[in-house]
């Protein structure tokens, strides 16, 4: 059974820094394409970052120069350290595979940016 549970959120004023986890199981993680994605209030869903198996990484147009994607292949964790926040990148932020599959979905981790 595949469980992805995120986490590393919370209240940070903008400018600051965030670094979520995502601690997956159940999954050949070594192998697969990982993504982070988020939520905002009264938006879709968006991918946010992701990364192959040989850490080569994507990333929207929002979040380039200031989001950093990786993995542990060895400990099966997914990271993405969030750097200059701004209050726009306020939303649930999750983890998946990519393409998402929406078996997987866990309950995310709140990320809050004030202005």
């Known amino acids: 059974q595949v469980q992805l549970v995120e986490s590393g959120g919370g209240l940070v004023q903008a400018g600051g820094s965030l670094r979520l986890s995502c601690a997956t199981s159940?999954?050949?993680?070594?192998?697969?394409?990982m993504g982070w994605y988020r939520q905002a209030p009264e938006k879709q869903r968006e991918l946010v970052a992701k990364?192959?198996?040989?850490?080569?990484?994507n990333y929207a147009d929002s979040v380039k120069g200031r989001f950093t994607i990786s993995r542990d292949n060895a400990k099966n964790i997914m990271y993405l350290q969030m750097n200059s926040l701004k209050p726009e990148d306020t939303a649930v932020y999750y983890c998946?595979?990519?393409?998402?599959?929406?078996?997987?979905w866990g309950q995310g981790t709140q990320v809050t940016v004030s202005s």
């Open positions: 159940g999954m050949p993680f070594n192998s697969i394409i």
């Open positions: 990364i192959d198996s040989r850490g080569r990484t």
């Open positions: 998946n595979t990519w393409p998402a599959r929406a078996t997987n």
